[in-house]
């Protein structure tokens, strides 16, 4: 990726990425111009056209780089040698600490998604499919060996959880009573004494 000439050398698709988070979080998708994103960029237009074929294109990787850590990391719990407690554990806390750590990103998608074409909206449903897959495969893994219970299907489980971590972006603020950390430990806890036999 080319440098910037500011000094700091951060490649110019940061620094648009990073505008428009800021821009999309402060106003809006839609009350956000491309205009206004190149400049607080500083860039031009052709600039952010040459990596960007849209404002639309902005708003998918907004998410779809948070969705490609989280997707690693699961990747790398699901495919550990640990006890599936603890890899259920340690997957259900991370999915939260990485949503916190990127809460801007996260509360502007799901305030926005819906402005996504139907063809970037449609991958993304897929992107996010998979990671519920992957994670409710960790979920029926545990229950086929009766280490969790079976009393609630799997996918109520999983969409349990996913439920608590989509809303973090609308009540958790960084300067509140309890770190990331601390609240992914208790929903993870939460997460797994519900699945207790």
Avoid: C
Avoid at 17 to 40: H, P
Avoid at 52 to 64: N, P, Q, R
């Amino acid at each position: 990726m080319p440098r910037t000439t500011d000094g700091d050398g951060t490649p110019v698709p940061q620094r648009l990425l990073a505008a428009a988070t800021r821009l999309f979080a402060e106003r809006g998708y839609d009350r956000t111009s491309v205009q206004e994103i190149v400049e607080a960029a500083g860039v031009t237009k052709g600039a952010l056209y040459h990596y960007f074929g849209s404002k639309d294109d902005l708003l998918h990787e907004v998410y779809a780089r948070v969705l490609r850590v989280q997707q690693e990391r699961l990747d790398a719990f699901a495919s550990s040698d640990e006890p599936i407690e603890k890899r259920l554990r340690g997957a259900a806390a991370d999915v939260v600490v990485t949503t916190i750590e990127n809460l801007d990103d996260a509360m502007i998608f799901f305030r926005s998604m819906h402005h996504l074409s139907p063809e970037k909206n449609k991958q993304v449903r897929a992107e996010r499919r998979r990671y519920h897959e992957q994670f409710r495969a960790l979920v029926e893994e545990g229950q086929e060996a009766g280490v969790f219970s079976k009393a609630t299907p799997a996918d109520l489980v999983v969409d349990y959880h996913f439920g608590s971590v989509h809303h973090l972006s609308t009540w958790y603020r960084p300067d509140g009573p309890m770190t990331s950390q601390e609240v992914a430990d208790h929903l993870a806890d939460l997460l797994l004494r519900a699945l207790r036999p």
